[in-house]
């Protein structure tokens, strides 16, 4: 890589980066989740982060203990895991991102 190719991405999201499996597998969850509940019901009703918190930890658990897909779904448990910590996010940051205004400390320098 020259040094021209590092200035034109210096400072920019590396989104290149991303694995796009592990993001299609992602959206299955959410797809999942928008047939059994209802679309984007987790930013209504009566959720909490905390209820996310248990959830991502039981994905967690199950992964850890071997069990690598999710028996109900046959999705990754990493991407259930994935999909409820983006919900928790979502909490902390209200509906920044809906804004398209990062958060991130590298897209909000002052």
Same mark, same amino acid.
């Given at each position: 890589? #020259?040094?021209? $190719?590092?200035?034109?991405? +210096? !400072?920019?999201?590396?989104?290149?980066?991303?694995? *796009?499996?592990? @993001?299609?597998?992602? !959206? #299955?969850?959410? +797809? %999942?989740?928008?047939?059994? /509940?209802? *679309?984007? =019901?987790?930013?209504?009703?009566? %959720?909490? *982060? @905390?209820? /996310?918190? !248990?959830?991502?930890?039981?994905?967690?658990?199950? /992964?850890?203990? !071997?069990?690598? /897909? $999710?028996? #109900?779904?046959?999705?990754? %448990? @990493? &991407? %259930?895991?994935? &999909?409820?910590?983006?919900?928790?996010?979502?909490? $902390?940051?209200? $509906? &920044?991102?809906?804004?398209?205004?990062?958060?991130? *400390?590298?897209? =909000?320098?002052?």
């Amino acid at each position: 890589m #020259e040094k021209s $190719d590092l200035k034109i991405i +210096s !400072g920019k999201c590396q989104v290149q980066y991303l694995i *796009p499996s592990f @993001l299609w597998e992602v !959206g #299955e969850v959410l +797809s %999942h989740g928008n047939k059994k /509940y209802a *679309p984007q =019901n987790w930013q209504w009703g009566e %959720h909490r *982060p @905390l209820e /996310y918190i !248990g959830a991502t930890m039981r994905h967690l658990l199950k /992964y850890w203990s !071997g069990e690598k /897909y $999710d028996q #109900e779904t046959g999705l990754h %448990h @990493l &991407a %259930h895991a994935t &999909a409820s910590l983006m919900f928790i996010f979502w909490y $902390d940051n209200g $509906d &920044a991102l809906a804004n398209r205004v990062c958060q991130c *400390p590298v897209c =909000n320098k002052a």
